[in-house]
């Protein structure tokens, strides 16, 4: 049985900073790309960031950009994303995900995505 579990989050105050980090079981994901996405209150989930299969291509969304950065560690089978200069519209449910299809395009919309995390809660104070 293939799991995602995120670990990492919690309560921030505004500036601060937080790493989420997201274990893979049950199969490897190192050719696949992996990625996080969030969710507020009331809202749609949303990209957040993603990473290729090596590594070496990475996308943010906008927001995010300069603040967060995700990596990964194929031979732990781990994703991580690490979030400086938190604010308070970063308060939301993070999600891990994952690809299944080998694919040299990194999704960066909910469908491309085969596997993901129950959620881990990040509420930033102002």
């Known amino acids: 049985q293939v799991r995602l579990v995120e670990s990492g989050g919690g309560l921030v105050q505004a500036g601060g900073s937080l790493r989420l980090s997201c274990a893979a079981s049950?199969?490897?994901?190192?050719?696949?790309?992996m990625g996080w996405f969030r969710q507020a209150p009331g809202k749609e989930r949303e990209f957040v960031a993603a990473?290729?299969?090596?590594?070496?291509?990475?996308y943010y969304e906008d927001s995010v950009k300069g603040r967060f950065t995700i990596f990964r560690n194929n031979a732990e089978n781990t994703v991580h994303l690490r979030m400086n200069s938190l604010k308070p519209e970063d308060t939301a449910v993070y999600y891990c995900?994952?690809?299944?299809?080998?694919?040299?395009?990194?999704?960066?919309?909910?469908?491309?995505?085969?596997?993901w995390g129950q959620g881990i809660q990040v509420t930033v104070s102002s």
């Open positions: 995900a994952a690809d299944d299809r080998e694919s040299r395009i990194t999704g960066r919309s909910v469908p491309s995505y085969a596997y």
């Open positions: 990473i290729n299969w090596n590594g070496g291509l990475t």
């Open positions: 049950g199969r490897s994901f190192s050719s696949d790309s």
